[in-house]
Nanobody
Framework: QVQLVESGGGLVQAGGSLRLSCAASGRTFYRNYMGWFRQAPGNEREFVAAISWTGGRTYYTDSVKGRFTISRDNAKNTVYLQMNSLKPEDTAVYSC??????????????????WGQGTQVTVSS
């Protein structure tokens, strides 16, 4: 059974930092794109960042560029999202996902097959 389990969420003041982790079990994803999405109350799920299987290529939505960094450790089957300079508008449930697609970066939710349950990130002003 494949599982993606996120951790590292919490409450932080604006300008602060958090590091999210997503540990995979049940299969390895070392040859797959991994991504992070977020969903705020009343909003649709939004793509945040994705990383290639080697970790050499990354892709970010414009609103987090320069503030968030996605990385992965294939030996640990884990992907990370370092979030700096957090803003209240970053408040959301953050979920990691694994894609079985090849080719261009997957940035739509339906391009991902496996999903975690999510971890809450709350940024106070």
């Amino acid at each position: 059974q494949v599982q993606l389990v996120e951790s590292g969420g919490g409450l932080v003041q604006a300008g602060g930092s958090l590091r999210l982790s997503c540990a995979a079990s049940g299969r390895t994803f070392y040859r797959n794109y991994m991504g992070w999405f977020r969903q705020a109350p009343g909003n649709e799920r939004e793509f945040v960042a994705a990383i290639s299987w080697t970790g050499g290529r990354t892709y970010y939505t414009d609103s987090v560029k320069g503030r968030f960094t996605i990385s992965r450790d294939n030996a640990k089957n884990t992907v990370y999202l370092q979030m700096n300079s957090l803003k209240p508008e970053d408040t959301a449930v953050y979920s990691c996902a694994a894609s079985l697609r090849v080719g261009p970066f997957p940035i739509q939710g339906n391009e991902y097959t496996y999903w975690g349950q999510g971890t809450q990130v709350t940024v106070s002003s």
